[in-house]
Structures are given as C-alpha cells and as structure tokens.
C-alpha cells in the first residue's frame, strides 16, 4: 500500500480583509490513512471548515499540496477534481444536504446514479447502506417526515453509498442533541472500522474524543495537539 490516503502538506489559506489578510489555514500538515477516523476539532473560526473544503478539493491553497491517494490535486483541473470528488470522496454537511422532497432511497441514490451504477445496484446498496446506518425501516419516508437525527443518517448513508475512500463531515452532529450527536459518532467509528474508509470530521463537540481514532484541535489555522 503506497502512502496515505490523504496528505496535505504545509497549507495555507489565506483571505484578504480590510488592512490586511487572513490566514484561515495557517500550515497544516496532516496525513490521515485508511482506517483512521481523525476528528479536527476548534473553536468558532479556527479555520475547520476552510482546511475540510481544502482536503476535499472544493477549495484550492494558497500555498501547498494537497494529496488524495497520492495524486496532487494542483495538478488536476476543475473537472477532474469534480470526478475524484465523485469517485473518491463522500460528503456529509451539517444542513445535511438532503432533497426533502424525495425519498431516503432516492437521496442515498444520487451519487451512485451521477456514477453510472445501474438501476439494480444502486437499488441493493441504497437499501444495503440505510440499513447499515440503522434506518432501514425508513427507506420510502420523504426527507421532511424525517427527525433530524435520521435526517443526518441519510446524509451519512448517501455519503457511503458510492462506497467512497475517504469521507468529510462538517458538524455533523451540529443540531443534534447529545445523545443522538453520540450515536451519530459511534456509527462513524463502525464505518472506519468495517470499511475501507478514512473519516476526516470537523466539529466543535468535544465528546467526539470517545470515538475518533485521532483528536487534533485547530486553532488560529494551525493544528495543536494531537491525542
Ligand atoms: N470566504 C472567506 N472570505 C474571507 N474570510 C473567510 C472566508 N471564509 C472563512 N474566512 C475566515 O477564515 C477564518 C476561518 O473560518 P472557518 O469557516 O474555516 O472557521 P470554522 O473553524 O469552520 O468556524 P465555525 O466553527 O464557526 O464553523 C475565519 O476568521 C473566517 O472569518
Ligand atoms: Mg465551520
């Protein structure tokens, strides 16, 4: 096995801002490998969501690189970093991110159907995947008749249902209370554990520690400690 899943390696980010700018990722180097569930944790503003978009290649650095199965995404084109995307990643969003109109099965569809999988399969990994997340009774209720809690299971299984090696979450217990917020963190454990995953997720509730493999706090841009 050649590497990690992911590295990034001394990033940046930086914003211009009224007199100056703003270094909202301030040299990172992390790598994070398959089976790991790396939980990024740091207060309001520490620059999460900005280095989460940068390791997913929605947003580009300023400065450094960033590796997904080795392959430097500077090197890629808009297009090209949208089918790694597609291929290779999954992402989960605190808001979720659900059609609520459509169905669970349909929601947890689109991304095998935007990857050309057949009518068949993305049936049986649709159904195969909301089970996994412990919804499966849910698979026909629309998104709205859904609580917020089976909402973000969803969001968890259309994430996996493409069968992604590396998943992103932003808050993704964010406006979950803390029980459902634990069990949320428990499912992410078993995924990294059962699959050939990486989990790389952003969040400020610290009960995260429990179940992240790895625990890093951000603050000012720059990563702090890990545990
Ligand atoms: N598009 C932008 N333009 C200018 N500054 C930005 C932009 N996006 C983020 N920033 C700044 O970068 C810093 C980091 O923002 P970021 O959203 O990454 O923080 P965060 O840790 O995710 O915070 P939160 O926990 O509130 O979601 C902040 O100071 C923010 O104001
Ligand atoms: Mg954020």
Do not use: C
């Amino acid at each position: 096995m050649a590497g990690p899943l992911l590295e990034a390696r001394d990033i940046w980010r930086t914003y211009p801002s009224g007199e100056g700018e703003v270094h909202a990722v301030a040299g990172v180097t992390l790598a994070v490998a398959v089976g790991e569930f790396v939980a990024l944790t740091g207060r309001s503003g520490s620059g999460k969501t900005t280095m989460l978009n940068l390791l997913g290649g929605l947003d580009r650095p300023t400065a450094g690189q960033v590796y997904i199965d080795g392959v430097d995404l500077a090197r890629l084109g808009d297009r090209q970093i949208t089918r790694l995307r597609r291929e290779r990643l999954g992402f989960i969003f605190q808001s979720y991110g659900l059609i609520p109109t459509l169905s669970a099965l349909e929601n947890v569809e689109l991304p095998m159907h935007l990857r050309g999988w057949s009518w068949r399969q993305r049936q049986e990994r649709a159904i195969e995947t909301l089970k996994l997340v412990g919804i499966g009774a849910r698979v026909s209720h629309r998104v709205y008749e859904l609580s917020g809690g089976e909402q973000q299971r969803v969001a968890i299984a259309r994430a996996l249902s493409a069968q992604p090696g590396l998943i992103l979450a932003d808050e993704p217990t964010g406006s979950l209370d803390t029980a459902t917020a634990a069990s949320i963190w428990q499912l992410l454990l078993e995924i990294v554990r059962s699959s050939n995953v990486a989990v790389v997720a952003v969040t400020h509730d610290l009960s995260v520690r429990d179940y992240a493999t790895r625990t890093i706090s951000m603050q000012d841009g720059r990563l702090e400690a890990a545990s």
